[in-house]
């Protein structure tokens, strides 16, 4: 026999999906506050959130006459049609959330609109009582006691009090870093554990992890293939024993997510140790109709509709900002890139600051004002900026103008760092290592090996995606013996060292012969360049695209061909200068800077001219 299932039994199996432990009654209660626009949001929990989850927020309230169709299911304010699906910006969408855990609980909404008193309603296992007057203040409370007192069967799959609080801890600090403009406030068992006061990221990364923890972070805001990818990853000292202190958002949605999760570990591959792991607040916002966050009824990951952009973009940007490579730059933000940027203000706003961003920029003059051309790879360019973290896009003008404003920027900033190398006086070397050039009131120092490896591997990576890389035959050929794993490793990866311009062939049993080499890099130390190559096979091996690779190799093989100790005739020091066309914010592919430039004054500071 078919039954159909009342709504009140519907709803309990429903609340299974939805609701199965005190934090997603949190997140979805936090999420409806952040949804009705709160700037301030109070959340209390106590005995885990088995016998209190409350959320107060000063969001939009609910309406007198809406109050019992907040309890319903799939009664939401938020969509209407199933168009609507494929441009879902709000958090919740599927009118779910309430009417489930009403069904599991003991609740009561309190809530007013601005124009109306305020007013509640109760509800014992989805039992509706009556809307009756109360008093509050405009926002809306939702209290959600004695949680599964109804379903016996559910609480007992509850983890203890302490076990639940933290996982509700831990989802606090993603929503309370993914809403760096709303303060929050959260109480465990009536003392407070966070407080935020809406004044930005930074603010609330030091709410959630102490204020010490900037120091420790690059912030990083680039954009690339209409991608955004914004907030603090940790430096290449800095890791983690676990996965906890990872939080991605996308959307403004905090997800878990293995392309992006791949992405981040493959960047850090080789500064971190096994069982270290990377610590990272990233925000990533893309136009929603390339990503579908309907995968789960938790919503805890997104399909991207194409993983292969989101992957490389991710990779590309965290992995130059750690390596230092040319690219560091434009990915850094803004407070990083500018050497000598005012220090940011304490309490600007968001609008402020943007407002600041405005008056900022120079005049529009020569180069500068050369609209960017959009390389074939990066095809059709989304220029749709969206201002995270509010939830709605940025109208279509604005877009391209502060899509301008901030090539602008960046123009500007790399503009600060780069030097004429006609107005540079070669001066002598120190420790045969630094190069002395002197520029009006101030001096350069050169590391001329780095920046050897630095122009090596540029003209490398060029060469090879031009697929013009001249090999070199070797007098003799190198051979390497490697284990079973090594040699199923690098078997694989042959076409790739001959992109690069390495002669490589199978050489019976687990061998490898290499016969020739880039020209470029010829008297480089094969040894180091594969151990160093191999060193990093496990990280490597999960890592598909092929330009990751290359880079890597590349980034290995320069490494090994450049010499230390070497004294450079004047010729190539002339050469070396050349090459590095004055750009003295130059990173080795490493990550240590190729030049550092003295300032008159702070040597004669040293020496007590001036104090
Ligand atoms: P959804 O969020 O998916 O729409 P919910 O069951 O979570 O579904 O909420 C149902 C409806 O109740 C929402 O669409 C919204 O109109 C209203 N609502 C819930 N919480 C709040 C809140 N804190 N402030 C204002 N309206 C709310
Ligand atoms: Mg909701």
Known sequence: MIHILTADVYNKIAAGEVVDR???????LVENALDAGATEITVEIE???KKLVRVTDNGCGIARGELQKAYLPHATSKLSRAEDLFGVRTLGFRGEALASIASVSRMRIVSKTADAEAYSLASEGGALGEVEPAAGGNGTQVSVEDLFFNTPARLKFLKSDGQ???????????????????????????KVRYRSFGDGLPAAMAAVYGAGILGNCYAIDAEKHGVRVSGFIGDRNFSKPNRTYQSLFVNGRYVVNQTVGAAVSNAYASYLMKRQY??????????????????????????????????????????????????ALEYLAKDERAEEAPAPKEEMSFEEAKKELHFDIP????KVSVPRRFTDEEKEPLVLRVNAPAPMPAPQEDAFEENRRFLLEQERARSQQRVDPASLEYKGELFRTYLIYERGEEAYLVDQ???????????????CDARSVVSQPMLLPYVLDLNAQEYAFLSEKLPLLRELGFEAEEFGGRSVKISALPADLVGMDMEAFFSEVLASMESLRAVRLADILKDKF?????K?????GERLTEEEVRELLRRMDGDMGLKCPHGRPVAVRVKRSELEKLFKRIV
């Open 22 to 28: 005190p934090y997603s009654v949190v997140k979805e």
């Open 47 to 49: 005995a885990g959130g």
């Open 164 to 190: 639940e609080e933290g996982d509700v801890t831990n989802m606090i600090a993603r929503i309370l870093l993914s809403r760096p403009e709303v303060a929050f406030t959260y109480l465990v068992n009536g």
């Open 278 to 327: 990377p610590f990272y607040v990233l925000f990533l916002e893309l136009p929603p109709e390339i990503v579908d966050v309907n995968v789960h009824p938790n919503k805890a990951d997104v399909r991207f509709a194409d993983n292969q952009v989101i992957y490389g973009t991710v990779y590309s940007v965290v992995s130059s900002v750690l390596d230092g490579n040319s690219r």
């Open 363 to 366: 005049p529009v003059v020569g």
């Open 449 to 463: 090996h780095a920046a050897h490896e630095r122009i090596l591997y540029d003209r490398l990576r060029a060469a």
């Open 554 to 558: 590349a980034s290995a093989a320069c």
């Open 560 to 564: 090994a061909a450049v010499k230390g």
